[in-house]
């Protein structure tokens, strides 16, 4: 189980990078559209990353009870 502080920092990260590949994927899908297979691979790779931190919201309500953990990833 992660502490409060662990789900602080790691939800930072996830923001950071989910914002990052949104920049990247724009470019990539822009480019060479999202049915190429790089662009369609940015897409399915934003997509993971949505379900990541929606998974991680729900560990993190589950872990910190009472928190208010839900603005932790989103």
Known sequence: MLTID????????????TARLRQLCGLVVSEYGPQSVAGFGFLRAMD?????RADMEGQAAQDLQGYGAKKLYS
């Open 6 to 17: 662990e789900h602080v920092e790691l939800g930072e990260e996830l923001k950071r990078t």
């Open 48 to 52: 993971a990353m949505d379900r990541l």
